[in-house]
């Protein structure tokens, strides 16, 4: 049995496999069956944070392949859970994670997480110990609907470039870009976007406004190890001019600063001097006519311009719509 947690666990031709899969998906023809892998199969999403693409597109694809969703949420009336080991449960939590991920199997046949990390302490945060929980104790697989890494985002991505520039990405100029946002935000997309666009071949650059935006060392050193293996580099930068210039795709998102994790407000005014590394017209006209999306939500004139969002260079629609088709194949490949 495997688990879909992140795209660091499965090779660079079985995520291939899975992206074939989900254009092979997405080009049926509307109202037409797209497979039966999930017939008679039931598939419960819990949701401890809000959403609107990942949920919709999970509800949407286990009934595309004939199974059944059960959404679970504290909202919904789920039992608050203990995911810590060996503590007396005298506190707000009714229900251990164990026993919730082993009754979870029993009904059901497979089990997706959603789970932020606190903001608290990321020495704790990068833990994972939700994800990791459930896939320790479930008797199904696991898929990761984003903690601290969002793989099915990523995947959805890379199938979007695939789309716009062809199979072969190995050699293109990615610019992962931190931007402002007047909140500190998660870093899984971040992480999640280096691994992966290092692990098709892609020359990474890393802008971030200082040295604290640099993400958790485990993503950085991952990467690395992707770019040696494809003969390409991982290049960490703070100058926007040189991150910019000759870019083949740039990818948007913003992050707070690790070392700030739990004293957010010393951030705040750091964060607030760098609203300038918006992307916007000035910045795009330095890339190689580059492609440029965001994972969603987003704030515009704020994160990106309208007019770069708007424009036909902007793949955000493609790649929010691809995560339906790649959790469809993701669903089909842990399915069996």
């Given at each position: 049995?495997?688990?879909?947690?992140?795209t660091?666990?499965?090779?660079?031709?079985?995520l291939?496999?899975?992206?074939?899969?989900?254009?092979?998906?997405?080009?049926?023809?509307?109202?037409q069956?797209?497979?039966d892998a999930?017939?008679?199969?039931?598939?419960?999403?819990?949701?401890?944070?809000?959403?609107?693409?990942?949920?919709?597109?999970f509800?949407?694809?286990?009934?595309?392949?004939?199974?059944?969703?059960?959404?679970?949420?504290?909202?919904?009336?789920?039992?608050?859970?203990e995911?810590?080991?060996?503590?007396?449960m005298?506190?707000e939590?009714e229900?251990?994670?164990k026993?919730?991920?082993?009754?979870?199997?029993?009904?059901?046949?497979?089990?997706?997480?959603?789970?932020?990390?606190?903001?608290?302490?990321?020495?704790?945060?990068?833990?994972?110990?939700?994800?990791?929980?459930?896939?320790?104790y479930?008797?199904v697989?696991v898929?990761?609907?984003?903690?601290?890494?969002?793989?099915?985002?990523e995947?959805a991505?890379?199938?979007?470039?695939?789309?716009r520039?062809?199979?072969e990405?190995?050699?293109?100029?990615?610019?992962l870009?931190?931007?402002?946002?007047?909140?500190?935000?998660?870093?899984?997309?971040?992480?999640?976007?280096?691994?992966?666009?290092?692990?098709?071949?892609m020359?990474?650059?890393?802008?971030t406004?200082?040295?604290?935006?640099?993400?958790?060392?485990?993503?950085?050193?991952?990467?690395?190890?992707?770019?040696?293996?494809?003969?390409s580099?991982?290049?960490?930068?703070?100058?926007?001019?040189?991150?910019?210039?000759?870019a083949?795709?740039v990818?948007?998102?913003?992050w707070?600063?690790?070392?700030?994790?739990?004293?957010?407000a010393?951030?705040?005014?750091?964060?607030?001097?760098y609203?300038?590394?918006?992307?916007?017209?000035?910045?795009?006209?330095?890339?190689?006519?580059?492609?440029?999306?965001h994972c969603?939500?987003?704030?515009?004139?704020v994160?990106m311009?309208?007019?770069v969002?708007?424009?036909?260079?902007?793949?955000?629609y493609?790649?929010?719509?691809n995560?339906?088709h790649?959790?469809?194949?993701?669903?089909?490949?842990?399915?069996?």
């Amino acid at each position: 049995m495997r688990h879909f947690l992140n795209t660091a666990d499965w090779s660079r031709p079985e995520l291939q496999v899975m992206i074939d899969e989900a254009r092979a998906f997405k080009a049926s023809p509307p109202n037409q069956q797209w497979g039966d892998a999930l017939k008679g199969k039931t598939v419960a999403l819990l949701f401890l944070n809000n959403s609107l693409r990942t949920r919709t597109s999970f509800e949407v694809g286990v009934k595309h392949l004939g199974g059944h969703a059960v959404i679970l949420s504290p909202s919904g009336g789920m039992w608050p859970l203990e995911f810590e080991d060996g503590v007396v449960m005298d506190g707000e939590a009714e229900e251990h994670v164990k026993e919730a991920a082993k009754v979870l199997s029993r009904y059901c046949d497979m089990i997706g997480i959603r789970a932020f990390p606190k903001f608290a302490d990321w020495k704790e945060d990068r833990k994972d110990k939700i994800l990791n929980a459930f896939a320790e104790y479930a008797d199904v697989p696991v898929i990761n609907m984003e903690t601290i890494t969002h793989p099915c985002q990523e995947m959805a991505h890379v199938m979007a470039l695939q789309e716009r520039l062809g199979p072969e990405l190995d050699g293109k100029k990615f610019v992962l870009t931190w931007t402002y946002h007047p909140k500190p935000l998660n870093t899984a997309v971040a992480n999640s976007a280096l691994m992966i666009a290092a692990k098709f071949g892609m020359d990474v650059t890393l802008l971030t406004p200082t040295e604290e935006y640099v993400l958790d060392l485990r993503y950085m050193n991952q990467a690395g190890q992707y770019a040696k293996e494809n003969g390409s580099k991982i290049t960490v930068t703070h100058d926007i001019g040189e991150a910019y210039s000759g870019a083949d795709v740039v990818y948007a998102k913003s992050w707070g600063a690790l070392p700030y994790f739990g004293n957010w407000a010393e951030e705040k005014p750091i964060r607030d001097l760098y609203r300038h590394f918006i992307v916007d017209e000035e910045k795009m006209a330095k890339t190689n006519n580059a492609l440029v999306s965001h994972c969603l939500p987003m704030r515009r004139n704020v994160k990106m311009t309208d007019a770069v969002f708007d424009s036909a260079n902007c793949i955000a629609y493609d790649e929010a719509e691809n995560r339906l088709h790649v959790q469809k194949a993701i669903m089909k490949a842990l399915a069996g």
